[in-house]
């Protein structure tokens, strides 16, 4: 029966899964490891769908979109509430971050939410204390962090849209995929020329490129908090690494981010690139977004190591 609800619950979170509790806490759960690794598994197929320029292409808009939603909504809205936006707006990108395929928005904001109450401590969700690959996938290929944590998003919850993205958290991904395909058909039919098709855009445009996303945006939860600088003295791990923040768009200033978490801005200074940022200045500049939290001048200071 364990097995049967889990399998369910690919189609439907509501549906009740068992916590392993502390004791086995680190005992994956099988029916979230299958999809996840048939996931990889089917990049191989580019072994027979081939390359084209357009289908690398649509591969790395599909990655920069994706990534976009998941560090400026998934991250700085939804989990820190960084800045403001309409209810159209909230909801488009969280379609658009749903589809990266790292569950819905309450979901995600919730478990990060405990992560900064409990950063590298007792109760972390994905504390490198407990291993590299703990914290980079172990965490959420649990049981124990199947269930989304209702407490830590009150101000979410009331959302109904929100609610459904989460709980039918499929939906999305499966539509991008479909579209994926549909595109490179459409492509085919109408611009031969271009030598793309319909698998060969599912693969690059959704496959690769979703693993490629997933795989950059937990970094942050295992080598952040393991390479890099630190200029803040915070009671975590965490750590500044440009690398990282230039593969995800700003994420990468970590110990920025858990000095001060509440600012829409994670690249503190000229030369700390944040592209999620600047892209949200552009946002802000239309009207798409307003308020976008500073950090306070004072905190600059506050804390700091290397002044």
């Not at 089917?42 to 357009?54: E, K, N, R």
């Not at 403001?84 to 990060?112: D, E, K, Y």
């Not at 204390?129 to 049981?143: D, E, N, Q």
Request: proline share 5%.
């Amino acid at each position: 029966m364990k097995s049967l609800r889990s399998l369910a619950a690919w189609f439907d979170t509501s549906q009740p899964i068992q916590s392993e509790g502390v004791a086995g806490e680190h005992h994956a759960d099988l029916t979230r490891i299958i999809p996840f690794i048939a996931l990889h598994l089917a990049c191989l197929a580019v072994i027979w769908v081939g390359i084209s320029p357009v289908a690398v292409l649509v591969c790395v808009a599909s990655y920069l979109l994706r990534m976009f939603a998941i560090t400026a909504f998934y991250h700085r809205y939804f989990a820190h509430r960084a800045f403001r936006t309409s209810r159209p707006v909230q909801f488009a990108f969280a379609v658009i971050g749903a589809s990266a395929t790292q569950r819905g928005p309450l979901w995600w904001a919730a478990h990060h939410r405990r992560h900064h109450k409990r950063a590298d401590r007792r109760g972390d969700p994905h504390t490198p204390r407990k291993g590299l690959a703990w914290s980079h996938m172990g965490w959420f290929l649990s049981r124990s962090h199947f269930t989304t944590e209702w407490s830590q998003i009150p101000d979410l919850a009331r959302f109904p849209e929100l609610r459904w993205l989460d709980r039918f958290d499929l939906v999305v991904p499966l539509a991008y995929a479909a579209g994926m395909f549909g595109l490179g058909v459409l492509l085919e039919r109408l611009a031969p020329g271009l030598g793309t098709s319909g698998g060969q855009m599912l693969v690059w445009g959704y496959f690769i490129s979703t693993v490629a996303l997933i795989h950059v945006t937990l970094t942050i939860n295992s080598l952040a908090h393991r390479f890099g600088s630190r200029r803040f003295s915070t009671p975590d791990r965490s750590r500044n690494n440009p690398w990282l923040a230039l593969l995800t768009l700003g994420e990468g200033w970590h110990n920025n981010h858990h000095h001060f978490p509440g600012s829409a801005r994670q690249g503190f200074f000229w030369w700390e690139l944040d592209i999620s940022y600047l892209l949200l200045k552009a946002m802000a500049v239309v009207g798409l977004v307003r308020d976008l939290k500073p950090v306070p001048e004072g905190f600059l200071q506050h804390r700091r190591i290397d002044s």
